[in-house]
């Protein structure tokens, strides 16, 4: 509702404009445009075929050039885009080592350090999502993985499991914000950015929020103490600390290739997979059957991804031959409000389209349109992609349509209403709102790393 509400104010805007003479903007196209999507999106019809569907009929109610006789070069740019073959890669990798145990040793030698901290398990839900996170470049990955190793460490403990679905939600939304995310492979095809320079952008704000989650679990175990384990002598967490070895190495490897400019965020992909597979072979799991079961959950998930980047490449083409991105960027630049209040409304938008439409989608669909406005405004594209990326990890944890939120629930040992998990998140939402908050108000956090190694 509060996504239809803001885009009933941007065409009531529009229309006020267009009659008092201001900037002309496609009202027509645009009232179409919004009607069919939600009238789809509203019946369950799947993103991708809503997508494909509205840029049909795009071309065949407002474009003079049959939309066929262009499609397929359209579709094929894409597709055969070097930097798009990173994401299923990376897919690949998460899928080997979920299947490998890799993510079971991680959680127990993040334990040994943080479990005597106010709020005990619950730092190393946030710590081992982070972790994983820079390896897996993918926020749902992250959280059915790690999920799936933290939730049976608090079955019969008196943890809050509000608190425990929530930060494990938390955590994993940290997974395409932690480099090597694939929402900055997506936006950087998009916006024609580096995707290195995001990847080194994003350290910093993923620093800060990952902090903000622990500072919000400190209050919660200050407020609700329980009884700390017994304290181990150091040469004992110095031995648990070895199981956080093939780990460490596999993010040096991919993290490190690509901050050392060696590889490429595909090739580092590519080394991601080969070291994955070397670790599980090691642990003694690397099996045809373990191998097969990757290959066809990442074959299924990119399937999904392609599909939606198919029908958004086809409908952003016909919008912009038919001028919709470029007068509404002139539109929204010509109103009489400073940069930063054009800026948050474009982050409320993304904020209500988070109540109701998946990330990628997200940022597949409004980049386009919004990316001229930002660089128009004389943001910097890198800093804007970090953020966009934020308000996409801020959907995954948004009720009611939070993906990561939905994944934990059906993972839950014992069955519990979803208001759990959507109660458990609003706190770490809350965090994530001061980070972007604060990037607003200091660009730097994200652009100081750039400026300092490019």
């Known amino acids: 509702m ?11 805007v529009a229309l006020a404009t267009a009659v008092t003479g201001g900037p002309a903007v496609p ?3 645009i009232l179409v445009l919004v009607g069919v999507f939600l009238l789809f999106f ?14 049909i009929l795009v071309g065949l109610t407002f474009s003079d050039r049959p939309w066929w006789a262009f499609a397929g070069q359209t579709l ?37 350090w943080l479990n005597r901290l106010p709020g005990g398990l619950l730092h190393t839900n946030i710590a081992s999502c982070a972790v994983f996170s820079a390896i897996s470049g993918s926020s749902v990955a992250t959280a059915a993985t790690m999920g799936s190793v933290a939730l049976p460490y608090f079955e019969g403990t008196r943890y809050s499991q509000r608190m425990v679905l929530g930060s494990l939600a938390a955590g994993g939304a940290l997974g395409n914000l932690i480099p090597p ?15 290195g320079a995001l990847y080194v952008a994003a350290l910093l704000p993923s620093i800060l929020v990952t902090g903000l989650f ?8 200050i407020a609700h103490p329980m009884q700390r384990p017994p304290p181990l002598p150091l040469a004992a967490k110095l031995r648990g600390s ?27 992909a590519a080394l991601g997979v080969v070291g994955a597979a070397v670790f599980a072979a090691l642990e003694g799991r690397l099996t045809f059957r373990l191998l097969h079961a990757s290959a066809e959950a990442t074959a299924r998930n990119t399937a999904l991804l392609g599909l939606i980047i198919f029908g958004a490449y086809v409908l952003n083409y016909l919008l912009t031959s038919i ?56 943001y910097d594209p890198i800093w804007f992609g970090v953020l966009v990326t934020m308000m996409v990890e801020i959907a995954q944890i948004s009720p009611p349509d939070g993906t990561v939120m939905y994944v934990l629930q059906g993972m839950r040992p014992r069955p519990g209403p979803i208001t759990d998990v959507f109660a458990g998140v609003v706190p770490f939402l809350g965090a994530y709102l001061l980070a972007v908050a604060l990037l607003m108000i200091w660009p730097e956090i994200a652009l100081w790393l750039p400026r300092m190694m490019y």
Do not use: K
């Open 2 to 12: 509060i996504a239809v509400l803001v885009l009933l104010v941007l065409l009531g």
């Open 27 to 29: 009202i027509l196209e």
């Open 42 to 55: 509203g019946a369950g019809v799947h993103v991708a075929a809503v997508l494909g569907i509205l840029g």
């Open 76 to 112: 094929w740019g894409p597709s055969s885009n070097f930097v798009l073959v990173a994401v299923p890669l990376f897919l690949l990798m998460g899928e080997i080592l979920l299947r490998a145990g890799l993510s079971d040793r991680l959680y127990r030698a993040l334990n040994i």
């Open 181 to 195: 995310g694939i929402t900055f492979i997506l936006y950087g095809l998009i916006t024609e950015t580096s995707v």
């Open 214 to 221: 622990t500072l919000v679990i400190l209050a919660h175990g």
């Open 242 to 268: 070895v199981q956080l070895i093939p780990t460490l190495l596999l993010m040096l490897l991919v993290l490190g290739s690509i901050y050392a400019g060696l590889a490429t965020p595909t090739e580092a």
């Open 323 to 378: 001028n919709v991105p470029q007068a509404m960027a002139a539109f929204i630049a010509g109103l009489p409000l400073p940069p930063w209040a054009i800026m948050a409304c474009i982050l409320a938008l993304y904020l209500a389209l988070g109540t109701f439409m998946e990330g990628f989608s997200m940022i597949i669909t409004t980049v386009p349109v919004v990316f001229p406005i930002v660089t128009a405004l004389g």
